[in-house]
């Protein structure tokens, strides 16, 4: 297993346990120099806020974390692609990479035309997507 | 002063309040039937928070006020046109209406290229636009 494949296991992690709370199963994780500074799910049903997407969640902490309104040597771990919401915090954070699961051809950032992300920002795509497409499908066929 | 002209002027006291704390000054309400139910200023600087902008703040406080992740009868005042992020939030809530006054062509989200709001959001532009464009040179001015 590689450090991109380890890191999303954990994101994958926390979204069972979003699916768990009946939340939208979707996980994200923030690294900084091969340590964990940041995990969160997915809690818009237990918050009743729609902003609390995993990500905004994650880079919130990692922020505190790192008492820094940026986080340029940091990695995000995705489960889903990113909304545009999230992708707009993920660039104003300017952080270093994002590395998401599956893609979301519906509601995912890269829908949109322009850079939303720092230019520098590397994007990696794919990695554990067979687990994250399984644990969202799953959650979803049980509530139909 | 027609409505929107009266609750935009609360907004841009929340930018004043903004600025006052030596932050980026940009405010924003959020009114159901003619009641403000949340209003919020941009606290990035104090939070450490990138993603802690005016509407965002404002969004989340108004779906605790209404006990609801979504706004569909609720109309939000913003000082500058929202980001990508926060027009994101938006597009999540479903608010019925955004009425902004000063227009932001750098970082604006009306440069993507697909409907971010819900459908049924109407954007109205311009509301005291002269006077969140002066609240904004000010205060960048006495930085330079």
Same mark, same amino acid.
């Given at each position: 297993?590689?450090?991109?494949?380890?890191?999303?296991?954990? !994101? /994958?992690?926390? &979204?069972?346990? %979003?699916?768990?709370?009946?939340?939208? =199963?979707?996980?994200?994780?923030? +690294?900084?120099?091969?340590?964990?500074?940041?995990?969160?799910?997915?809690?818009?049903?237990?918050?009743?806020?729609?902003?609390?997407?995993?990500?905004?969640? !994650? /880079?919130?902490? &990692?922020?505190? %974390?790192?008492?820094?309104?940026?986080? =340029?040597?940091?990695?995000?771990? +995705?489960?889903?692609?990113?909304?545009?919401?999230?992708?707009?915090?993920?660039?104003?954070?300017?952080?270093?990479?994002?590395?998401?699961?599956?893609?979301?051809?519906?509601?995912?950032?890269?829908?949109?035309?322009?850079?939303?992300?720092?230019?520098?920002?590397?994007?990696?795509?794919?990695?554990?997507?067979?687990?994250?497409?399984?644990?969202?499908?799953?959650?979803?066929?049980?509530?139909?």
């Amino acid at each position: 297993m590689n450090k991109d494949e380890y890191f999303m296991k954990i !994101a /994958l992690q926390e &979204a069972a346990l %979003a699916a768990e709370k009946h939340e939208v =199963p979707i996980g994200a994780v923030i +690294v900084c120099s091969d340590q964990i500074i940041a995990k969160a799910h997915n809690q818009t049903e237990m918050l009743n806020d729609i902003t609390a997407h995993a990500e905004m969640l !994650a /880079l919130t902490a &990692a922020m505190e %974390a790192m008492s820094s309104k940026y986080l =340029p040597d940091c990695c995000l771990y +995705v489960t889903l692609e990113p909304c545009v919401m999230c992708s707009g915090a993920i660039g104003l954070s300017q952080i270093k990479r994002v590395v998401y699961a599956a893609k979301d051809s519906k509601r995912g950032y890269t829908r949109c035309q322009i850079p939303i992300f720092h230019k520098q920002t590397e994007v990696i795509r794919g990695v554990c997507e067979q687990e994250a497409v399984q644990i969202l499908q799953t959650f979803f066929k049980a509530r139909r």
